[in-house]
């Protein structure tokens, strides 16, 4: 059994500097006597409000299908990835020299998280099942943990096991998962909770990993398990 927490779906957060913005009221004086205000205003100033925050959200929103345009996008070359030296299920060595000549679907997440890791991991055993099954094509998932802490080799496989055995699992020291993190610009940090608790805030991107393990595109959370499988085939037959 495995705990669900509260949530750690992201909040409307984005890459950089968060944007601020403050707003005034200079009401003009045409009398020095007080003018009254009309109890229409209150709701007139939280509506211009309430249409000046939405039309922010909808300016930085990221229209589905375009967040594989971040850096990550369209990769070719060692510019994202790098060597790592982690451990699997069964706490066996495992380097990036042991996924040259295959096709790699590589996700960044951990056991704890309450909704958006759970999704993200049913999206791609789907999608691996349906590029298996329906297009006789083979790629290996790969979960690499980023709460090594609490996700242990065999915590790690009871989890993975409930979506799909063919998923590997990789986990190893807390400098380790780190490293490799930063090497393939994953961005995570720890949120307390009440007690000992806490939960992981992350990007939640998925990278397709071509043989000679150079990222060839990142998936954001908007796509689901049947969007993804295309995409991946579209990489698979370009290649």
């Known amino acids: 059994m495995f705990r669900k927490p509260i949530s750690d779906k992201p909040m409307k957060a984005f890459s950089g500097n968060h944007a601020h913005f403050s707003v005034s009221f200079p009401f003009l004086q045409t009398s020095t006597k007080a003018v009254p205000q009309s109890a229409s205003e209150p709701v007139a100033v939280f509506a211009g409000l309430a249409a000046l925050v939405y039309s922010n959200d909808q300016r930085r929103a990221i229209p589905k299908g375009e967040g594989n345009k971040c850096d990550c996008a369209n990769v070719k070359g060692p510019i994202i990835g790098g060597p790592f030296t982690l451990v699997d299920t069964n706490n066996r060595v495992v380097t990036e020299q042991n996924f040259i000549g295959k096709w790699v679907l590589l996700y960044f997440g951990y056991t704890s998280s309450p909704d958006v890791g759970p999704e993200q991991v049913q999206v791609m055993a789907k999608a691996i099942d349906t590029l298996e099954s329906k297009e006789n094509t083979k790629v290996l998932p790969v979960f690499v943990t980023i709460d090594p802490q609490r996700d242990t080799p065999s915590h790690l496989r009871a989890y993975l096991k409930e979506f799909d055995s ?31 608790d806490y939960l992981v805030e992350s990007s939640h991107n998925m990278y397709l990993i071509n043989p000679n393990m150079e990222v060839a595109r990142c998936f954001g959370v908007e796509y689901n398990a049947e969007e993804l499988a295309e995409e991946i085939l579209k990489e698979l037959r370009r290649d």
């Open 166 to 196: 063919r998923i590997a699992g990789l986990t190893g020291p807390v400098g380790a998962v780190r490293q490799m993190a930063q090497e393939y610009r994953v961005y995570f940090r720890k949120v307390e909770e009440e007690g000992d």
